[in-house]
């Protein structure tokens, strides 16, 4: 059983900053990718950023320069350090695992329970 457990949402002002975590827990070996999606009220859900098992890394336009993915191979835990952020930014923030799990022999995909991030003044 694997698990990926998001933390670091909040209320923020605009112009602030924010850094989200991805804990990924269980009978996993390797992540190959980590993504991470946001869901506003009445919107679908947007990929935001991913990063590679091997550290690369890509933005959505409306992110990049304010946000940076990043992961702690050790930990089996993943970042997103958001910078300048705006009130468009305020959504639910998910993270996905795209990962080898050694306890069903496969590559699976799972995804974490979402924190909420609030961008207003």
């Known amino acids: 059983q694997v698990q990926l457990v998001e933390s670091g949402g909040g209320l923020v002002q605009p112009g602030g900053s924010l850094t989200l975590s991805c804990a990924a827990s269980?009978?996993?070996?390797?992540?190959?990718?980590t993504n991470w999606y946001r869901q506003a009220p009445g919107k679908e859900r947007e990929l935001v950023a991913t990063i590679t098992g091997d550290g690369n890394s890509n933005y959505t336009d409306s992110v990049k320069g304010r946000f940076t993915a990043s992961r702690d191979a050790a930990k089996d835990t993943v970042y997103l350090q958001m910078h300048s952020l705006k009130p468009e930014d305020t959504a639910v923030y998910y993270c996905?695992?795209?990962?080898?799990?050694?306890?069903?022999?496969?590559?699976?995909?799972?995804w974490g329970q979402g924190t909420q991030v609030t961008v207003s003044s």
């Open positions: 996905n695992g795209d990962l080898w799990d050694y306890g069903k022999k496969g590559r699976f995909t799972y």
């Open positions: 269980g009978t996993l070996s390797w992540i190959y990718v």
